[in-house]
């Protein structure tokens, strides 16, 4: 079967339950397609021998009761994989090789998937392009030289290139919803709590979540199901009571009420995506749901405070990176000189620019003026989301204030960099799920999203609407496999 | 607000990274711009507002004092850059 790359997982793992496909069979196309895709740099390190093993195994005595039985699945490099290094896309990790593996990923084996490698991503996750990573840009499979988005760039452009059926990313401002947005696929980020973060390489650990990022709406309220559960590893994991997200997925969502915040309409905003929100809103119209006009007054401190809160948590837990205990080491004159050396070489420029403003806005002196200021906006932002939550079910908005933008031209600016995450950071900040979907093409026929943002623990909901309007949306990835000589 | 060269000098110390010349110049510009953009807060009176420390709206959990993991100094010790038996090394910190 030379399709098997274009199924869907649901189609996958129907084929295989049918034994109409081996997972071998599977394993091996998307083993094969990745390997004649080397030119996207989506992967950081494969494992392709293991997991044809693993399918192989597999095979001879499947457990087709399984969620994903014998799917192979490539992950983004920020989850440890014991015994497969995971580097976070870092030189400071770059022989990296956990001896623990993250619960995420830990019950996604559970479920029968084969991990076939680790996905390339912005350095600790922090950028919005891909291109911070140490191993290099990525390319988005919609365009040469268009960046997939960031930081889980190498899981949207594998996912949208068919490199693998579906994958997982994490979100700190906006890092799985943007990429999906960039690369014509979904991407949810959980409520905070929902998904543990034990094994995941921490950036802002009040803000970090993971997620699962896919082609449709379905397969992505699948993966959640499996991935979110209560970890007594993690000390903010919440033990609430989960939906079975693909089986209680509907596209009734009459009479939901969907707000829509009046200041995300920003300044300098693309007519495409005032047009594509407002097609939007007649999509939501069209499925039944009642539109109803909201405000989020603090929506433009949004930014500003991210740029304190995840600095300043990632200046905390970035200061295990010293050379000592594991990473990478600089040889030094003394222990102190030892350490800077080391952090001065390992660390790229995006992570030190955020090491030095969480340092400084943590720092004697200005700890009031920054750090606490900020967490007392984050609670007005908070309560801004609480406020709609009592007139509105749902929020939709646009997922970025544009489409892809070119390998480079952002690099120099890293303010025009971070208003990227304009639409998505103020629902990390509350601590919110938000889903963005493929809802229409710009000019040049690159994908744009659509972010529908829901209350805590409500991923039902924002699945189901989503859901609901995918089907309206009818959208398709326009891709040539341009990068397959 | 503007931060001096001087000032960089002390963050890059707080923060255990060298930088030289070259390096803390960019940075003062870069830091300059992002710090510019973060004023913007001060747009807003907060003087009676709670912090949000955590959105994760629960108490923690408490759990029984068991040792649930045991015997893992291999594990601890195997990614470590350089070691000695059983002890992570650096250098020499005593004269």
């Not at chain 1, 457990?63 to 497969?84: Q, R, S």
């Not at chain 1, 949810?188 to 709406?217: E, H, W």
């Not at chain 1, 005032?274 to 119209?285: H, M, P, S, T, V």
């Not at chain 1, 090491?355 to 720092?363: D, K």
């Amino acid at each position: 079967m030379s399709d098997i790359t274009k199924q869907s997982l649901s189609e996958l793992v129907e084929n295989i339950k049918g034994k109409k496909l081996s997972s071998s069979e599977v394993t091996k196309a998307f083993v094969e397609r990745s390997e004649k895709s080397k030119e996207l740099n989506a992967y950081i390190t494969e494992d392709y021998v293991n997991a044809l093993n693993k399918a192989k195994k597999f095979d001879e005595k499947p457990n087709l009761d399984l969620k994903l039985p014998g799917i192979p699945m490539a992950v983004k490099d920020l989850f440890c994989t014991k015994d497969l290094r995971t580097t976070a896309g870092s030189k400071i990790l770059n022989n990296f090789v956990p001896t623990y593996e993250s619960t995420v990923t830990q019950n996604i084996w559970n479920e029968g998937a084969i991990l076939i490698g680790k996905l390339n991503c912005d350095e600790f996750a922090m950028g919005s392009s891909n291109e911070t990573s140490f191993f290099g840009n990525v390319q988005n499979p919609i365009d040469k030289n268009l960046v997939p988005g960031g930081s889980s760039g190498g899981s949207s452009s594998a996912v949208a290139a068919q490199l693998t059926p579906i994958t997982i990313g994490t979100d700190t401002g906006g890092s799985i919803r943007q990429p999906a947005s960039f690369t014509g696929t979904v991407g949810l980020k959980p409520t905070y709590g929902s998904c543990s973060r034990y094994g995941i390489v921490a950036f802002a650990s009040s803000l970090d979540q993971a997620g699962p990022m896919a082609q449709n709406v379905k397969d992505c309220a699948l993966l959640q199901e499996i991935i979110s559960t209560y970890d007594e590893k993690d000390s903010t994991s919440i033990d609430f009571k989960r939906n079975v997200y693909s089986k209680e997925l509907t596209k009734d969502i009459k009479g939901k009420k969907i707000g829509i915040p009046k200041e995300y309409r920003v300044d300098g905003m693309p007519k495409e995506i005032e047009d594509l929100w407002k097609k939007g809103i007649e999509y939501a119209k069209d499925c039944g749901a009642e539109i109803i006009d909201i405000s989020l007054p603090h929506t433009n401190y949004a930014l500003p405070t991210y740029y304190i809160v995840a600095p300043a948590e990632a200046s905390s837990n970035l200061a295990r990176y010293d050379g000592v205990k594991y990473g990478f080491r600089a040889e030094g004159e003394n222990l102190i000189d030892m350490y800077e050396k080391t952090r001065s070489e390992g660390f790229g420029a995006e992570v030190q620019r955020r090491i030095m403003i969480g340092t400084y806005v943590l720092s004697s002196g200005y700890y009031d003026a920054y750090y606490l200021k900020a967490q007392k906006v984050r609670k007005l932002i908070k309560n801004d989301f609480d406020d709609a939550y009592k007139k509105v079910d749902a929020i939709l908005t646009p997922s970025t204030p544009s489409s892809a933008f070119k390998i480079g031209e952002k690099t120099n600016d890293p303010v025009s960099m971070y208003l990227n995450d304009i639409f998505t950071v103020p629902v990390n900040l509350a601590g919110l799920p938000g889903i963005s979907i493929p809802a229409g093409h710009d000019a040049k026929g690159y994908p744009l999203g659509l972010q529908i943002i829901g209350k805590a623990f409500d991923e039902q909901n924002i699945l189901n609407i989503a859901y609901a309007m995918e089907e309206k949306i009818d959208f398709k990835n326009n891709i040539t496999d341009w990068w397959i000589k | 607000m503007s931060i001096d060269l001087k000032t960089i000098k002390h963050i890059s110390k707080l923060s255990r990274i060298s930088v030289d010349e070259k390096k803390a110049e960019k940075l003062a510009g870069d830091l300059n711009s992002i710090f510019d953009f973060i004023e913007k807060l001060n747009e807003l009176k907060t003087d009676n507002v709670e912090p949000l420390t955590s959105v994760a709206e629960t108490t923690l959990k408490l759990r029984s004092d068991e040792v649930k993991s045991k015997n893992l100094r291999d594990q601890v010790i195997k990614n470590s850059p350089k070691e000695n038996e059983d002890y992570f090394v650096v250098p020499k910190v005593i004269e």
